[in-house]
């Protein structure tokens, strides 16, 4: 498990989103990040620990259940590996009578950039991604492709938060580049994308078509694309990040990713 490069996507992921209405106070063994407007724990969550025995842990918990408690969330816990002592005792720490695990994500890299050209999409669409300059309209292009009112769904519903984080949209760091993109086939908006990429690692997210637009190919389409724009940035490493088990993790093994981690989402009881 290469350590150093799972810290740098968190690095990333972390300030990668704080323009789009995240808040992050860093303590001297964790942090919290969190958002207002938002109320899933994927946005409201401790993370980045250095604790060394439960005494720590329960100290940091009474300090974030307070300052949750102030915006009506629960508290969640973020467990990556690099925090070791608590992700590879995980099961003495996270008892199942006082949290919930709402989520295991795996996360996934593509290195191998040798192969790209050679990857067949099966997608007879013309497939363009163009960048969005109207942040109001790409956030509701974005909720249009989650919130369809179809409860089985695989993209799920996304918090109508989310709408308000993206049209705030601010840049906040010089070394990162958050590019929104509009999926196109034939000159018609059908999806969104979204890159976030510093000079060591480029990420993939909310990559979403809306649902007439599915299943044709066209994700794997936009996929190849992005990864070629992180081969034109001389960046040798992508990532995204999915849920463990949810049909896109296995359809980006297929792809050429490499499963990295697993992390874990916590819920306070």
Request: charged share 30%; proline share 1%; with cysteine.
């Amino acid at each position: 498990m290469d350590i150093e490069l799972i810290k740098d996507i968190y690095n990333l992921h972390i300030k990668g989103f704080e323009g789009l209405d995240f808040e992050v106070i860093c303590k001297n063994n964790y942090e919290i990040t969190y958002n207002k407007n938002i109320m899933d724990c994927y946005s409201n969550f401790i993370s980045n620990f250095d604790v060394k025995n439960q005494k720590e842990l329960e100290k940091i918990i009474d300090e974030a259940d307070k300052v949750f408690n102030d915006i009506n969330r629960s508290t969640a816990v973020y467990l990556i590996p690099f925090m070791e002592e608590l992700y590879n005792n995980r099961e003495k720490y996270f008892v199942t009578d006082k949290y919930k695990l709402v989520s295991t994500e795996v996360w996934q890299i593509y290195n191998d950039f040798s192969k790209l050209d050679n990857i067949e999409t099966n997608c007879n669409l013309d497939v363009e991604l163009e960048l969005a300059s109207d942040m109001k309209e790409y956030a509701n292009c974005v909720m249009s492709c989650y919130q369809t009112d179809d409860e089985n769904d695989p993209y799920g519903d996304l918090d109508e938060g989310y709408r308000q984080g993206y049209m705030n949209y601010k840049k906040i760091y010089n070394d990162i580049e958050n590019e929104f993109y509009y999926i196109k086939v034939n000159g018609k908006v059908v999806g969104t994308t979204q890159s976030v990429y510093d000079n060591k690692v480029y990420g993939i997210y909310s990559l979403a078509l809306k649902e007439d637009y599915r299943n044709k190919g066209i994700g794997k389409e936009v996929l190849k694309q992005q990864l070629q724009m992180c081969k034109s940035k001389n960046i040798n490493t992508a990532y995204l990040q999915t849920e463990q088990g949810f049909y896109p993790s296995k359809m980006y093994r297929k792809f050429g990713f490499k499963d990295l981690c697993v992390v874990y989402y916590y819920l306070k009881k």
